[in-house]
């Protein structure tokens, strides 16, 4: 019994908080239905063997009276040896008057006279039994009763003595008494039948009112669980309103509103410091980029300052070289300034309707190594892009795979552009170095790069450009392998 209950308990526990609520108000009507009709059957029973106690109580009076009656009028001596006697034509007189059969019996249980002249012709009637004179003889009250059951009814036997005028015993009165509960169990089976057909309405009662009670608490219940399933850290929340709750929901309700007032306040502080540190790694970031170039700057001067002479015939190639190497360190500074610039303010889209596969050769026409191939499996793929940023994420994408060949035997880059259903594709393709792996989960972080040189800015403007058309970027590498991004813009942007 155990691992059933166990199992009960563990399938109710799963069951929604509506349906708990639901299955225990139809139980409770249907056990209190159970419990009514068992209490109404209990109590029908006890009353009924209350009305027997009594109604034998009343006959067994009036004999009583009827025999005392007849003995204070016979003229007979009033010993047991004359209750025969006595009793000989009035016991019928009595019996038929009261409706109530009786024997009578002398003190040793002897059968002297009964009412019923066939009761005398059983010989097993004509002496009580010594359990019953014990019985008698040990009651305080001087009463004893008998309770029997034949063929499925049941009957009383009540035994008093006859006293004489001094109180003294001279005879036993036997009432025999059957009981007839067939008023009874009709009225019981006519109450319950009636307490059945209460109990019927009741139960298609309860279901209704269990249904929409159940409806009515849990709904509160499911508006607050719909509003935190669609609770985003990310976005604003709203607050839940619900007219009169009660004060458990109003207080779940206060509660959860407090966590998203809390919850947007930790958000504003979260974006404000993620802003603050992105800057602050910006200024580190700039300032590292520039002082690159202003240290061989600055030791170009100082190297200037101490060689120069005005009457070095080779002055001129002299002050030509040094020329050329201010003027590049300031283009150096000039880049970094630019690239930090393009990355801060993306220029606004200027949707077109364009061809990617034209665009795309476009844009690898400003490079000039050999070993940049281009294929397209469809001359033509119209789409709805930013001419400008298009040819800016091809070329940082080539921009990033020259950087990665360096050092290979054979180089080799491939762009390809395809048709996807709604999405145009484009890979590039690389046999270079590869990206090891712990740095893969920061490849489009604006400020990490893998190279000697550079701010590591380009995948990082490609990703926003590319997120900013809903668009999507992914790469698989292999190291001393080669690398494959893979971009797709939506057609209809």
Known sequence: MLP??????KLFRKLSLRTRIFVTMILLVMISSVLIAVVTFYQFREQTIDYHEVRLGKKEDQVKQSVNFTLKQTTYPRTTEYLGLIFKDDIYQISDVLSAPFNIYDLDGQLIKSSRPKFE???QSNCLDAEILNNLESSIEKRYVQRNSAAGDQYQASYTYINDQRFKPIGILNLPYYEDNSFYDDELREFLLRLGTVCVLLLFLAIGLAYFISKYITRSLQTVSDMMHKTD???????????EPSSEIGKLVDSYNAMIDELEHSAVKLARSEREQAWREMAKQVAHEIKN?????????QSFERKFDAND???ENKVAEYSDTLIQQIDTMSNIASAFSNFAEMPAQQNETLDVVKIVKLALDIFTEDYIHFTSE???IIAKLDRTQLIRVVTNLVKNAIQAVPDV???RIIVTVSSET????ITVADNGVGIQEEFKDKIFEPKFTTKSSGMGLGLGMVKNIVETYKGSISFSSQPKKGTVFTVRFPKES
Do not use: A, G
């Not at 059933?4 to 308990?9: A, D, E, R």
């Not at 170039?293 to 001067?301: F, N, Q, W």
């Open 4 to 9: 059933l209950s166990s199992n009960s308990n």
């Open 121 to 123: 012709m059983q010989t």
């Open 233 to 243: 850290l990310t976005k604003s929340n709203e607050k839940i309103f619900i007219e």
């Open 293 to 301: 170039p202003l240290t061989p700057m600055r030791l170009s001067v």
């Open 313 to 315: 015939p080779d002055i």
């Open 378 to 380: 469809n001359e033509e």
């Open 409 to 411: 035997d054979d180089p």
């Open 422 to 425: 709604d999405y145009v594709k």
